[in-house]
Nanobody, 126 residues
Framework: QVQLVESGGGVVQAGGSLRLSCAAS????????MAWFRQAPGKERQFVAG???????DYTDSVKDRFTISRDNAKSTVYLQMNSVKPEDTAVYYC????????????????????WGQGTQVIVSS
């Protein structure tokens, strides 16, 4: 049984930092492309960042140079380091995974990922 469990969410002031973690179990983690999505109230779930099994990364434009995705295959964990956070980063953040099919392409669509965590809430206060 595949499980993705996020942690690290909370309330942070604008300009501050937060690190999210997602621990995976029940899958061969090193064979998976992993991603973070977020969903703000009343909005669609959107791609934030993704990372291939060898560490190639991709980011949505609004978080480039502020967020960093990374992974530790030995710990079956993917991270999202969030720096210089803004009130518009407030959302529920979800970890997602898919078996990697390409060494280059990191899918950005919600339907491209078959495994999801339960989400962790991030609130950025102004």
């Amino acid at each position: 049984q595949v499980q993705l469990v996020e942690s690290g969410g909370g309330v942070v002031q604008a300009g501050g930092s937060l690190r999210l973690s997602c621990a995976a179990s029940g899958l061969t983690f090193a064979a998976y492309t992993m991603a973070w999505f977020r969903q703000a109230p009343g909005k669609e779930r959107q791609f934030v960042a993704g990372i291939t099994k060898l560490g190639r990364t991709d980011y949505t434009d609004s978080v480039k140079d502020r967020f960093t995705i990374s992974r530790d295959n030995a710990k079956s964990t993917v991270y999202l380091q969030m720096n210089s956070v803004k009130p518009e980063d407030t959302a529920v953040y979800y970890c997602a995974g898919r078996l990697q099919l390409s060494s280059v392409l990191i899918p950005r669509g919600r339907n491209d990922y078959g495994y999801w965590g339960q989400g962790t809430q991030v609130i950025v206060s102004s």
